[in-house]
């Protein structure tokens, strides 16, 4: 005990963070360092205020930090006291020094030691290759010929024949996305999308001067219907649509829909961009819309949702050898190139399996989060998908989506609202809950437990929404 308390005032000594969050940081240290282990129980409040010269109350203040990031328990009569299991591997460093955020859309990240040792040995051999200097050169846009090919490979299940002349691997599935309505829509232009959709579109859209137009969804996603009707009416320059687990509803277009979006953008010629980041994620894909339409549909899809984002390559699927051309070069202008190490990395890992392995553990982690979020959350109504990594939670009325985010932001949870999908007013009652990320099974569902709990107890507002989880009924 007293080798902690020397350490800790030392760090204390050296940061220039507040004294609460100093200490914090030295007890995270400690944890991840192995000097702390599971269960042990840390220093009386009065021994850390005398040994570090602080006042009771900052000593108070130092353990609930550590607390509300899931480092400790207080235990009342008894102390406070390490919790759960202390991860030792560097590479999950950040769930175990701080509190989660479950805000960020983001997978979540397997604990399988051979998988890590993969993606390790991936990273040492893309430094032992024999000229470095080619990787920090600049490189034409789309990828090499190998790099198209590898992009085809991986999207073969769910694209067959997809042609390596028409795909274009770029600096993420978000850059494509710009790219792809750069070229096609011009400022004052429509852009039909749903009307709960991934926020990236409204600020490409804005920054374009692109006008969405939000359609209605349900539960099985984008109406075909009201998408015919709008066809009818004024003809949009294009449809995005993001068919498997739209982010953020999880509502997943059937096959039925799917083929009438695809008849109806082909009576109109309406071009039809699809966004596929979670295509590979479910047991039972469906076909994509590229497959129904192929000439009228720009396919995207990129690594970020089955490996992680740092990675930041998406593939672009074109119709013609015409359009690859067109949008390479508006690519090129917007980005100059993806980053030729990383498309390298992702070439090998797709060659040599590592990247199926990752989509496998990812999906099996995802399903686990989801049963743990059926258990705890049981009772609750929320919408979601057995192999996705988040979930839509509607907000009861009388309640609002302000309040719940707020306090769950006060225990540490970071929620998204619906106001950052919507791309028409009102805004559904509801948020966007992230299961994945460097929380590890276990924050997962402590985290689920605090939501549970922020919703049973839950006060009404004076303004209540509609405490509908989506904008059409």
């Avoid at 750069?182 to 991934?198: I, K, N, S």
């Avoid at 137009?213 to 949009?236: E, N, S, T």
């Avoid at 129904?292 to 720009?298: G, N, R, S």
Wanted: some cysteine.
């Amino acid at each position: 005990m007293g080798n902690d308390l020397s350490r800790w005032a030392a760090a204390l000594a050296d940061s220039d963070r507040p004294t609460y969050h100093a200490i914090a940081d030295a007890i995270a240290d400690d944890i991840q360092a192995g000097r702390l282990r599971a269960q042990q129980k840390l220093p009386p409040l009065r021994a850390l205020a005398t040994a570090l010269g602080i006042n009771f109350s900052t000593a108070a203040r130092s353990y609930a930090e550590a607390a509300e990031r899931g480092l400790i328990d207080g235990r009342p009569g008894s102390g406070s006291y390490v919790r759960g299991e202390v991860r030792s591997d560097p590479v999950h460093r950040a769930s175990a020094v701080g509190p989660i955020d479950m805000s960020m859309n983001m997978p979540p990240e397997p604990r399988d030691p051979a998988l890590v040792a993969r993606l390790r040995e991936g990273f040492a051999r893309l430094g032992q290759q024999g000229d470095l200097y080619d990787l920090l050169r600049y490189q034409e846009f789309g990828g090499s010929r190998a790099d198209r090919e590898a992009g085809a490979a991986w999207m073969a299940r769910r694209l067959p024949g997809a042609d390596p002349a028409n795909i274009l691997v770029c600096p993420g599935a978000h850059a494509a996305l710009l790219g792809l309505m750069a070229a096609l829509l011009r400022a004052g232009d429509t852009l039909a999308c749903e009307a709960v959709t991934y926020p990236g579109i409204k600020g490409i859209a804005a920054h374009l001067g692109i006008r969405p137009v939000g359609l209605p969804a349900d539960r099985d996603g984008l109406d075909p219907d009201a998408f015919a009707a709008l066809c009818a009416a004024h003809p949009p320059k294009a449809l995005y649509v993001n068919p498997t687990f739209n982010n953020p509803t999880t509502a997943t277009l059937p096959a039925e829909r799917r083929a009438a979006i695809a008849d109806i953008a082909l009576r109109y010629g309406v071009p039809i961009i699809e966004d596929d980041p979670y295509g590979c994620l479910p047991r039972q894909r469906l076909a994509p819309i590229a497959t129904l339409a192929p000439q009228l549909t720009f396919y995207v899809a990129g690594l970020s949702k089955v490996l992680g984002a740092g990675l930041r390559i998406g593939y672009l699927v074109t119709p013609n050898v015409r359009y690859t051309a067109r949008l390479s070069s508006t690519l090129a202008t917007l980005s100059v190139m993806a980053n030729p190490a990383m498309i390298q990395l992702a070439t090998r890992w797709i060659e040599d399996g590592t990247l199926r392995a990752a989509t496998r553990a990812i999906r099996a982690e995802s399903i686990a989060r989801q049963r743990l979020a059926a258990r705890v959350l049981d009772g609750i109504a929320y919408h979601s998908q057995p192999e996705a990594f988040h979930l839509w939670l509607p907000v009861p009325a009388p309640w609002n989506r302000i309040e719940l985010a707020t306090r769950l932001q006060g225990h540490g949870i970071a929620a998204v609202v619906s106001d950052a999908f919507a791309m028409r007013a009102p805004a559904p009652e509801a948020v966007r809950i992230c299961l994945g990320g460097a929380a590890s099974r276990e924050d997962c569902h402590r985290h689920l437990e605090i939501i549970h709990d922020a919703i049973e107890h839950l006060p009404a507002m004076a303004a209540g929404g509609t405490g509908e989880p989506f904008v059409d009924f």
